[in-house]
T-cell receptor, first 115, second 110 residues
Framework: SQTIHQWPATLVQPVGSPLSLECTVEGTSNPNLYWYRQAAGRGLQLLFYSVGIGQISSEVPQNLSASRPQDRQFILSSKKLLLSDSGFYLC??????????????FGPGTRLTVL | DAKTTQPTSMDCAEGRAANLPCNHSTISGNEYVYWYRQIHSQGPQYIIHGLKNNETNEMASLIITEDRKSSTLILPHATLRDTAVYYCIKRSGSARQLTFGSGTQLTVLP
């Protein structure tokens, strides 16, 4: 079964600073990868998903970007953080393939606080 | 698209079965029922999913009514580590987004 790693676990950043969150997956090949944000009282928001290297789909226009430089690596970035970017960022992994509906397994998450 | 309805909270004695209900009366024919749980400050954990038939795995059993308008997640022998928020979601076979509602806070009591 797959294992999902995320780091850092917690992060406190000033407004206007850059961001880089990393997600790596073990135990599977060619997975679908997802970035979600979970804000307090707002449930899960899908930010980006990727079905392969270099293939990124954005679900919500925002201050963030994503990249997938390797098959099992997914990176979430920002050039300038906003206060509203605070939240719990979750990477998820699903069975590969272009279609959706795959069962998604989540990593441990990164708690980001922007001050 | 109405979400699912779950009780806000439930208690269960350690060692007993925990039965968590979920109402999804507006479910479509191509929508699956998924269950996840989330322990405070951790990522959600997948439990089980089903379409029409009852399902069982090493974690839990999922009982779906014949009309598919409701389901019950059963943890056969609850432990203190099962204390978490349990989310029941419906999701089509092609959907990417997982939409969690408010969920049920299950507290397993010693």
């Amino acid at each position: 079964s797959q294992t999902i790693h995320q780091w850092p676990a917690t992060l406190v950043q000033p407004v206007g600073s850059p961001l880089s969150l990393e997600c790596t997956v073990e135990g599977t090949s060619n997975p679908n990868l997802y970035w979600y944000r979970q804000a307090a009282g707002r449930g899960l928001q899908l930010l980006f998903y990727s079905v392969g290297i270099g293939q990124i789909s954005s679900e919500v226009p925002q201050n963030l970007s994503a990249s997938r430089p390797q098959d099992r690596q997914f990176i979430l970035s920002s050039k300038k953080l906003l206060l509203s970017d605070s939240g719990f960022y979750l990477c998820a992994c699903g069975a590969g393939g272009a279609s959706g509906g795959d069962t998604q397994y989540f990593g441990p998450g990164t708690r980001l606080t922007v001050l | 698209d109405a979400k699912t309805t779950q009780p806000t909270s439930m208690d269960c004695a350690e060692g007993r079965a925990a039965n968590l209900p979920c109402n999804h009366s507006t479910i479509s024919g191509n929508e699956y029922v998924y269950w996840y749980r989330q322990i405070h400050s951790q990522g959600p954990q997948y439990i089980i999913h089903g379409l029409k038939n009852n399902e069982t795995n090493e974690m839990a059993s999922l009982i779906i009514t014949e009309d598919r308008k409701s389901s019950t997640l059963i943890l056969p022998h609850a432990t203190l580590r099962d204390t978490a928020v349990y989310y029941c979601i419906k999701r089509s076979g092609s959907a990417r987004q997982l939409t969690f509602g408010s969920g049920t806070q299950l507290t397993v009591l010693p």
